[in-house]
C-alpha cells in the first residue's frame, strides 16, 4: 500500500511539470544543443556527402561498363496478363513501356 501511494506521489509530481520541463531531461545533455548541430553538420559534410559522392561514382563506372544481353522471352501463364486494355495508346503496352527491355505479352516488339 505505502508502495502504490509513493508511485501515486511520483505520478503527480511529474504531472505537475510543464512539458518543457519534461523534455529537457530527454534531450541529449552530452554536447548541448550547439555542439549537436555541429556534430550532424560535421557528419553531413565529412560522411553522408563523400557517401553520395562515391555512390554516383560507382554507378557512373557500372553503367559504362558494358550491354547486357536481354534474358530470353518465356511465356508464363502468370506474367503479363491484361484483364482489360490500358487506357492510353492501343492498350496493350504500360504506361512506362520500353521495346528493348519490357516484353509485351506475345513476346519482345523487334523479334
Known amino acids: 500500500m505505502a508502495a502504490a ?3 501515486l506521489f511520483r505520478l503527480s509530481g511529474l504531472l505537475g511539470r ?3 520541463q519534461l523534455r529537457r531531461p530527454m534531450s541529449s545533455g ?4 550547439e555542439g549537436s548541430a555541429r556534430l550532424w553538420k560535421a557528419l553531413t559534410y565529412f560522411v553522408a556527402l563523400p557517401g553520395v559522392g562515391v555512390s554516383m561514382l560507382n554507378v557512373f563506372l557500372k553503367s ?3 550491354e ?3 534474358p530470353e522471352f518465356v ?3 502468370h506474367l503479363r496478363i491484361r484483364s482489360k486494355p490500358f487506357p492510353w495508346g492501343d492498350g496493350n503496352h504500360t504506361l512506362f513501356h ?3 527491355v519490357n516484353p509485351l505479352p506475345t513476346g ?3 523479334e
Not at 552530452?30 to 544543443?33: I, K, L, R, T
Open 68 to 70: 547486357h544481353e536481354r
Open 18 to 20: 510543464s512539458g518543457a
Open 30 to 33: 552530452a554536447h548541448g544543443e
Open 64 to 66: 559504362h561498363h558494358g
Open 5 to 7: 501511494a509513493a508511485s
Open 98 to 100: 520500353n521495346s528493348q
Open 108 to 110: 519482345y516488339e523487334d
Open 75 to 77: 511465356a508464363y501463364p
